[in-house]
């Protein structure tokens, strides 16, 4: 009988409390975040690099996958954590042109073991 007294005083008190709103920062001042900062793709690649700065930007190594030389495909494993148990890795597919990145394809596919 205490508790249901206990939550009802709490429950009146919370009700009569004024409500404030969280203060929003203004646009372009020094508390918001970039534009780039709030985007979900967040992978640290640009159209042009090469080979090398691909593997070090993402800090994976390239898996060669198919191609003739200066036209290859690769492939690197990203590792995005996941629990204790499974580790979580993102396959990604990076496509050269020239040996420049012409363009990447993340594949977010079913793992085969499970199927």
Not at 33 to 48: D, E, K, Q, R
Not at 67 to 75: A, K, S
Not at 76 to 101: C, D, I
Request: some cysteine; overall charge positive; glycine content about 12%.
């Amino acid at each position: 009988m205490k508790t249901y007294i206990a939550l009802a005083c709490l429950t009146i008190s919370a009700a009569l409390a004024p409500a404030t709103a969280q203060i929003i920062p203004p646009t372009g001042g020094s508390t918001s975040p970039p534009f780039t900062a709030t985007l979900s793709n967040i992978t640290p690649l640009a159209f042009g690099m090469g080979p090398d700065e691909v593997a070090q930007a993402l800090a994976a190594p390239l898996n060669y996958v198919r191609g003739r030389r200066g036209e290859e495909i690769y492939l690197a494993f990203r590792n995005t954590g996941g629990s204790g148990l499974f580790f979580q890795k993102h396959r990604l597919y990076l496509q050269f042109r020239n040996g420049r990145l012409a363009g990447w394809k993340g594949d977010w596919g079913h793992n085969w073991m499970w199927q």
